[in-house]
């Protein structure tokens, strides 16, 4: 497989200070079924409460209502609508913090399954003697991690030590992009402190920010080792160590049509436009917008978008027509693929796509590399 590196064709540089939003008016949290909601229209709830079966509130405040609102896979999901009176009040009092030192492995996945976290329970269930923690960020003018890896580095590291410790492992490796040099001499000032932990710099290939990608370029398939990244460890260290449920995103606003590109510490559930109103954005007409980064994200309606999870970046983006020319069977976008997938083939047989689907991560590496600017990603971008 070859590896291919993105070109940076604008100099978009991320301010390197992160900007807070916890106070929009109103907040929208997705409630994947009304059946299970726990309070009704005009009561108030506290921070963390639970407002529908694992549901929990990001904020305090008083229920208005239920509205439709998009997620970042262009959804349209139902919300609970808090107005937040921004005091982040909690119904009990938080019990005693612990130290990390105090939790056995087994305390670590119980409270982590309490909150229905179920994605990094599953990858400790099945730690063996190996942990990677991945640091890499694929999306170009995407500054999450890097942000992460320079404003948190103590807590980052303390947290993976914390893992080596309790899940009694033999290798912790923290692996970072070469090219991030800030984050890298960051880490390496701190590292002293833990050093049982390896730090691995990797080459600036797209496709390694997949931990799966990841896993088969470090130690070719090799099931004995798992892979978390830096928001997992952020989720760990918040409920175990401030006895805290992770209610914030770092998201990316950035983009031509931005003035000052950054990264900003985001309340779930806040709608975009509020995130924007923090943003200075160009004037003019020519521009779009692009959520989750240029190669994998798509082009969105804002009005409705709320901050979920899954959102990771916003871009201020100029409007292009891009033209299909004619396949030129040079073969790249099969060389490229990590998953071993012949994309031109798909793409002309799409009787066969659906199979294919599994596989592919939709990455779009295919296209970004296709000479002939064909569309190839089977996945598509929904
Ligand atoms: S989008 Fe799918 S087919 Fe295309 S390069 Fe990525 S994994 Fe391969
Ligand atoms: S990269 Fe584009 S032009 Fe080259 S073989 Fe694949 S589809 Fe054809």
């Known amino acids: 497989m070859r590896y291919v590196s993105l070109k940076n064709d604008y100099d978009l540089k991320v301010s390197s200070y992160i900007t807070d939003i916890i106070n929009a008016a109103f907040i929208y949290v997705p409630i994947n079924d009304l059946k299970t909601l726990k309070i009704k229209s005009n009561d108030y709830v506290y921070k963390e409460q639970e407002i529908a079966t694992n549901v929990f509130s990001p904020v305090s405040g008083t229920i208005v209502g239920i509205k439709e609102c998009l997620n970042a896979h262009n959804k349209l999901v139902k919300t609970l609508v808090i107005k937040n009176d921004g005091k982040e009040r909690f119904e009990n009092p938080k019990l005693n913090k612990k130290s990390f030192k105090s939790y056995t492995k087994e305390e670590v996945i119980s409270i982590l399954n309490t909150f229905n976290l179920t994605k990094i329970v599953n990858i400790l269930k099945k730690i063996k003697k190996s942990l990677i ?130 990264v900003i510490n985001v309340k779930l559930g806040t709608s975009v436009i509020d995130v924007l109103k923090k943003v200075s954005l160009k004037k003019g007409k020519d521009y779009i917008v692009i959520i989750n980064g240029l190669m994998t994200g798509r082009q969105i309606d804002i009005t409705k978008l709320i901050v979920t999870e899954d959102l990771e970046s916003i871009f201020i983006w100029k409007k292009e027509n891009l033209k299909e020319d004619m396949c030129l069977n040079c073969g790249l976008c099969y060389d490229c693929c990590p998953r071993g997938i012949n994309p031109k083939y798909i793409h002309e047989h799409q009787d066969i796509a659906k199979k294919y689907l599994d596989r592919c991560n939709g990455c779009n590496l295919c296209s970004y590399v296709c000479p002939s600017k064909i569309d190839l990603n089977p996945k598509g971008k929904d």
């Open 133 to 262: 923690i991945n640091g890499i960020e694929d999306e170009i003018y995407v500054a999450n991690k890097v942000m992460i890896l320079e404003k948190k580095t103590d807590l980052i590291l303390e947290t993976i030590d914390f893992l080596r410790q309790t899940f009694n492992l033999e290798n912790t490796l923290l692996v970072l992009k070469n090219s991030d040099t800030n984050s890298i001499s960051k880490i390496y000032n701190n590292v002293g402190r833990y050093p049982k932990i390896k730090i691995k710099l990797v080459p600036d290939y797209y496709g390694l920010e997949d931990n799966l990608n990841l896993q088969n370029y470090l130690f070719k398939e090799n099931k004995n080792i798992s892979v978390l990244d830096l928001n997992d460890l952020l989720v760990i260290y918040n409920l175990l160590k401030n006895n805290k449920l992770t209610t914030k995103k770092y998201i990316t606003v950035s983009g031509v049509g931005v003035n000052s590109p950054k």
